[in-house]
């Protein structure tokens, strides 16, 4: 079956643009996750949703960032006034439940870079 | 802050050799996972270990879980350019939803 998609796959902007990146999880997935990779690092916890729970923004970085998922499968991660500092790989991920230790599937990332 | 620290951050040996990555925390964690990730796409699982003291294996790959449920070793037999990647531990926190991964050993196997 299809696997988590991310559009679009690269996305170059200008300093004070805002963004939207996308995340379409596995049918059926209850859980969705983004993190922010940077260069040569490891993966950074953005949010989390689970159902219809509140969801988890503990990582969001700022203000600047927004997520939000719409009935419950497709995401959208916001960045207004985007900064040098936003430049990454930002991923999403699924998983069939809530919970961590659950195996989470990712997508092939969005790589952002603010000029 | 529950931190996962990785070493070596890099390596790169000749096909055929061994070696091992270490992933370590002053955190219990629940469980532990190892992912792999290649260029270009997003970390694909490898293995998740949950009791203290389990090993797993995986063909040429061998998990091993602490006792004390705060560190994890992976260790690769005869390695093989397609072992090649970036290799992340990943801790699920014992109270709530959040992963913390671990910054990553890159591996490269040289043929």
């Known amino acids: 079956g299809a696997g988590v998609s991310q559009s679009p796959s690269n996305k170059v902007t200008e300093k004070g643009k805002d963004v939207e990146l996308r995340c379409d999880p596995i049918?059926?997935?209850?859980?969705l996750y983004w993190y922010r990779q940077s260069l040569g690092q490891g993966l950074e916890f953005l949010i989390y949703?689970?159902?219809?729970?509140?969801?988890?923004k503990s990582g969001l970085p700022s203000d600047r960032f927004s997520a939000e998922r719409t009935g419950g499968s497709v995401s959208t991660l916001t960045i207004q006034r985007t900064q040098q500092e936003d430049s990454a790989v930002y991923l999403c991920?699924?998983?069939?439940?809530?919970?961590?230790?659950?195996?989470?599937?990712f997508g092939p990332g969005t790589r952002l870079t603010v000029t | 802050t529950q931190l996962l620290e990785q070493s070596p951050q890099f390596l790169s040996i000749q096909e055929g050799e061994n070696l091992t990555v270490y992933c370590n925390s002053s955190?219990?964690?629940?469980?532990l996972q190892w992912y792999r990730q290649e260029p270009g796409e997003g970390p694909v699982l490898l293995v998740t270990?949950?009791?203290?003291?389990e090993v797993k294996k995986l063909k040429r790959l061998t998990f091993q879980f602490g006792d004390a449920r705060k560190d994890s070793s992976l260790h690769i037999t005869a390695a093989q350019p397609g072992d090649t990647g970036l290799y992340l531990c990943?801790?699920?926190?014992?109270?709530?939803?959040?992963?913390?991964f671990g910054a990553g050993t890159r591996l490269f196997v040289k043929a």
């Open positions: 991920a699924s998983s069939s439940s809530g919970g961590a230790g659950l195996e989470q599937y």
């Open positions: 990943a801790g699920a926190a014992p109270v709530g939803f959040k992963t913390i």
């Open positions: 270990v949950v009791t203290g003291g």
């Open positions: 049918s059926g997935h209850t859980a």
């Open positions: 955190s219990v964690f629940s469980s």
């Open positions: 949703f689970q159902g219809n729970s509140a969801p988890d």
